[in-house]
């Protein structure tokens, strides 16, 4: 386990890795991140009270290729998660739950109206607390 509910397996988990035979195991300075990652998930599963699906956590870089992933996904570094939550409601709702608290976040995206991504900044960075939405018009800041 990475943390109370979070495990390294459903962290890693990626049906196109074992599609196409990538590794996707952490090194020593991404598995740290997964660790505060997963830390900041379980504060928001107690927020949500209700059990967190990752849908995508840590990507090695060739996986983050073989998804069409952004060259500088924070996936890449153990520091992002995609996650829903359809006990507490729509991603939407999960998302604006999440900026509302006093949850540390870097980045918190909407994403296509079906996932929320939750980004987290290096420890040496200031976190930003940005929201945004992307759909298929694009990029936009604020959740929509």
């Known amino acids: 386990m990475l943390s109370r509910y979070f495990s390294l397996d459903e962290m890693t988990l990626s049906e196109t890795a074992a599609r196409y035979g990538i590794s996707n195991k952490p090194g020593p300075v991404e ?4 660790r505060r990652l997963c830390t900041t998930l379980d504060r928001v599963r107690d927020l949500l009270g209700h059990p967190v699906i990752v849908t995508s956590g840590y990507r090695s870089e060739s996986l983050n290729r ?4 952004s060259r500088t996904s924070a996936h890449m570094q153990g ?3 995609d996650i829903r939550c359809p006990g507490f409601g729509l991603p939407l709702a999960v998302c604006r739950a ?9 980045q918190v995206i909407h994403e296509f109206g ?3 991504h939750v980004g987290l900044a290096r420890e040496d960075v200031k976190s930003r ?3 945004l939405t992307i759909d298929g018009r694009g990029t936009a800041g604020g959740l929509a």
């Open 98 to 106: 999440i900026a509302g608290s006093g949850i540390e976040f870097d």
């Open 79 to 81: 520091l992002a998660a």
């Open 66 to 69: 073989a998804v069409n992933g």
């Open 31 to 34: 598995l740290a991140n997964l």
């Open 114 to 116: 079906s996932w929320c």
């Open 129 to 131: 607390r940005q929201l």
